[in-house]
DNA sequence: ACGCCTACCTGCTTGC
DNA sequence: TGCAAGCAGGTAGGCG
């Protein structure tokens, strides 16, 4: 569910929120969305009495640093959801696990489909929690070895939105690739953050087609690819995130930007640039949404 | 490197 | 109305 700007704005919500409350203790519901420590009750035991010293993001999962170190790291991947509540507030069917905050509030892990993965790392060392495929990254989330703290994404490819992401980086990246841009976008050892959904909406405000070849790519496609993808990251941040289903930020309230969308889940409504019907297909086993019109299908000829 | 598949889960929508 | 199939924002891991 959540993709960058729907994490991120959780992220935000919750530094706000919690960055300086103390977990009193936790409660966990669902024992497999504990990744780490085992058993969950050991999770329990060690998550208590810790204070949030700050919270962020990188790639799609939320970082909760906590004042001795150690990090805790929450993957919402499809329909996670953090959710800061007064105790005893309205019980959740859905809460999968519950910390109590030492000021009475609780912070909520909730969860529709449990595919959502909690860890706790020790201080000054991690260990990766992956990155999609690669040699590199599964060798790290298998292994049990112990990693520096600035090795922990590794696997993951460049934050968008970082000053170090430039466009001569993305075009050296893109260049290496043959394939097609949909699959690239959603690859996390590509690109960090990017989902099903933002990845359709810069590929149309680039006029580039999902099935482009990364390497057919000229220098102007890269220039608009570069800028559509940071565009509308930013846009959703700035929206507090786009709202099917489940997403919702630490408030609980829904984000506003699934207004704005101008192609994913809009299979055949107007294209808001010519008026061409959208149209969807399945690329890598994802649905996709683009305009026909706007941006043109790869010519057959082209290198295979 | 890449595509394709399955698995993990539950709920909502769609079509007959 | 009822039921089953199909769909959903993510990612790990296996195979070819």
Not at 258 to 278: D, H, N
Not at 288 to 297: L, W
């Amino acid at each position: 569910m959540p993709e960058l700007p729907e994490v991120e704005t959780v992220a935000r919500d919750l530094q706000r929120w919690v960055a300086g409350a103390t977990i009193a203790g936790a409660e966990v519901r669902w024992a497999r969305t504990i990744r780490h420590p085992q058993p969950p009750e050991r999770f329990e035991a060690e998550i208590a009495g810790a204070t949030i010293r700050r919270v962020d993001r990188r790639a799609k999962t939320v970082l909760l640093h906590l004042e001795d170190g150690r990090v805790m790291t929450v993957a919402l991947r499809m329909t996670g959801a953090l959710i800061v509540a007064p105790a005893g507030t309205g019980e959740d069917p859905y809460a999968r696990v519950v910390f109590r905050l030492a000021d009475g509030r609780e912070l909520r892990y909730r969860d529709v489909r449990k595919f959502g993965r909690i860890g706790l790392w020790p201080g000054g060392g991690l260990r990766s929690i992956g990155a999609g495929r690669g040699a590199r990254s599964r060798r790290i989330a298998e292994g049990t070895t112990t990693y520096r703290i600035g090795e922990v994404f590794s696997g993951h490819g460049p934050e968008p939105l970082s000053r170090s992401f430039t466009v001569e980086r993305f075009a050296e990246r893109l260049a290496r690739r043959s394939a097609k841009l949909k699959s690239l976008l959603l690859d996390q050892s590509f690109i960090a953050g990017v989902g099903n959904i933002y990845a359709d909406e810069a590929l149309w405000r680039a006029h580039l087609h999902p099935l482009r070849r990364a390497d057919t790519l000229g220098e102007r496609d890269v220039r608009r690819l570069h800028r559509a993808v940071r565009q509308v990251l930013r846009e959703g941040i700035a929206n507090r995130g786009a709202s099917f289903s489940d997403y919702v930020g630490a408030d609980g309230e829904p984000g506003a930007n699934a207004e704005r969308l101008a192609v994913y889940r809009r299979t055949g409504e107007p294209c808001l640039r010519c008026g061409r019907r959208i149209e969807r297909v399945v690329v890598g086993q994802r649905s996709t949404h683009f305009c026909p019109r706007c941006q043109p299908e790869p010519v057959a000829s082209e290198p295979a």
